[in-house]
T-cell receptor, first 115, second 113 residues
Framework: AQSVTQLGSHVSVSEGALVLLRCNYS??????LFWYVQYPNQGLQLLLK??????LVKGINGFEAEFKKSETSFHLTKPSAHMSDAAEYFC?????????????FGKGTHLIIQP | DVKVTQSSRYLVKRTGEKVFLECVQD?????MFWYRQDPGLGLRLIYF???????EKGDIPEGYSVSREKKERFSLILESASTNQTSMYLC????????????FGPGTRLTVT
């Protein structure tokens, strides 16, 4: 069985500061990894994904994540936080190459941006 | 532009009622999913379907059933609603393979009183 752990249910950073949201996973096979963002009263939107190839993945809105197999991690970063980044962030994993089995999500991290 | 729509944004039902949540996607996706989202628990998979008339249980199927009579439509059914089913319900769809992104609808916030 696969699982996802997101460290910190709430993370607060100052505008312009580095954003680091942590995600660790467990999977018995090479994983497919995702970060989704949810703005208030909206559905989830894909930020970025790792399937194969380059371990540093760039996504939308200046976010990136690095897949580290030895650490079973897929942390999300952004060099400089913006007020519009305030949202809920979810890390997710799947071991199904076909995409049909659904995703296993972490519990989410609420990102707060201080002015 | 890809689109997943859900029939209601907000729904209030009484305990014991039969509840239908509808989801429609316009992307010709094979796979469709129903998740439940609760604060502090993230998203949990209820049911999914990889083809018309096919369904598979997810992690928390108890108290729910689903129906997929057409490729574009996936319905979640609460046979007898209970207060512990008060939650946000999210529908998603994707096509197979490494393309893989799941597209989500806006969600239905269901309150059972």
């Amino acid at each position: 069985a696969q699982s996802v752990t997101q460290l910190g249910s709430h993370v607060s950073v100052s505008e312009g500061a580095l954003v680091l949201l942590r995600c660790n996973y467990s999977s018995s096979v090479p994983p497919y990894l995702f970060w989704y963002v949810q703005y208030p009263n909206q559905g989830l939107q894909l930020l970025l994904k790792y399937t194969t190839g380059a371990t540093l993945v760039k996504g939308i809105n200046g976010f990136e994540a690095e897949f580290k197999k030895s650490e079973t991690s897929f942390h999300l970063t952004k060099p400089s936080a913006h007020m519009s980044d305030a949202a809920e962030y979810f890390c997710a994993v799947s071991d199904d190459e076909g995409g049909a089995d659904g995703l296993t999500f972490g519990k989410g991290t609420h990102l707060i941006i201080q002015p | 532009d890809v689109k997943v729509t859900q029939s209601s944004r907000y729904l209030v039902k009484r305990t014991g009622e039969k509840v239908f949540l509808e989801c429609v996607q316009d992307m010709d996706h094979e796979n469709m999913f129903w998740y439940r989202q609760d604060p502090g628990l993230g998203l949990r998979l209820i049911y999914f379907s990889y083809d018309v008339k096919m369904k598979e249980k997810g992690d928390i199927p108890e108290g729910y059933s689903v129906s997929r009579e057409k490729k574009e439509r996936f319905s979640l059914i609460l046979e007898s609603a209970s207060t512990n089913q008060t939650s946000m319900y999210l529908c998603a769809s994707n096509t197979g393979g490494l393309l893989y992104e799941q597209y989500f609808g806006p969600g239905t916030r269901l309150t059972v009183t």
